[in-house]
């Protein structure tokens, strides 16, 4: 993945839990380079070996991880680099979800290696909308949790995000029933 992701991993760590942290995560990663520069291209297992070594090195499972940086990737990386491509995606949070399967189009131009994820939206009613997420890689389905809720807090619009299809348990795809306003339970 692009390195910007993996900065963002960095940026995540050394908020919240420290410099030292990052380095001993980077040391336990085997990973040599000072800084990732966000616009090369990296080996996915270059990520998916952050993700693991901050597992150990902060005592957190992968999910809580994955989540986390989910929302941080909308409310901190996205929101400050890219806050022009955001608010262009939508005015509102339901606007936003509804352009997401163009969305990597988009940033497609500005990184054209990239490898983006698709998602698809159905049964879209007034409040509610089921999104669709499929990608070549895995274990990922946690990280679209924490992204939607990070969308629905950029837009300060109170939602519900729950998992309805996983791909890990033999489903063809990953799938989120999103519902805000009077569609809340
Ligand atoms: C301006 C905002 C955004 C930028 C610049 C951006 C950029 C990127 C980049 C560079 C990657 C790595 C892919 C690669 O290097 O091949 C990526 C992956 C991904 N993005 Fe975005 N993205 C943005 C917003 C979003 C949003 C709002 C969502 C969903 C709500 C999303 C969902 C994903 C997912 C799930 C992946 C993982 C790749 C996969 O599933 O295969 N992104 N994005």
């Known amino acids: 993945m692009y390195g910007l992701v993996n900065k963002a991993i960095e940026d995540l760590v050394t908020i919240k839990f420290g410099a030292d942290k990052w380095d001993a995560i980077k040391r336990k990663a085997g990973i040599e380079v000072d800084s990732f520069i966000s616009n090369d291209a990296y080996p996915d297992c270059i990520t998916y070996g952050l ?29 400050k680099g890219y806050g022009d491509m955001l608010s262009a995606a939508g005015r509102d949070m339901p606007e936003f979800l509804d352009y997401l399967p163009q969305f990597h189009t988009r940033v497609a131009l500005l990184f054209p290696h990239l490898k983006p994820p698709r998602f698809e939206c159905s049964d879209r009613r007034s409040n509610q909308i089921t999104m669709h997420y499929f990608s070549e890689r895995k274990g990922l389905s946690v990280f679209v949790e924490g992204l939607l809720n990070g969308v629905a807090k950029l837009y300060e619009t109170p939602a519900l995000v729950e998992q309805t299809r996983f791909k890990e348990k033999g489903d063809d795809h990953d799938e989120f029933l999103v519902r805000w306003g009077d569609a809340l339970p």
């Open 51 to 79: 993700v693991e070594a901050a597992t150990e090195v902060l005592q957190l499972p992968a999910s809580t991880i994955l989540y986390a940086f989910g929302e941080f990737w909308v409310l901190h990386t996205a929101k």
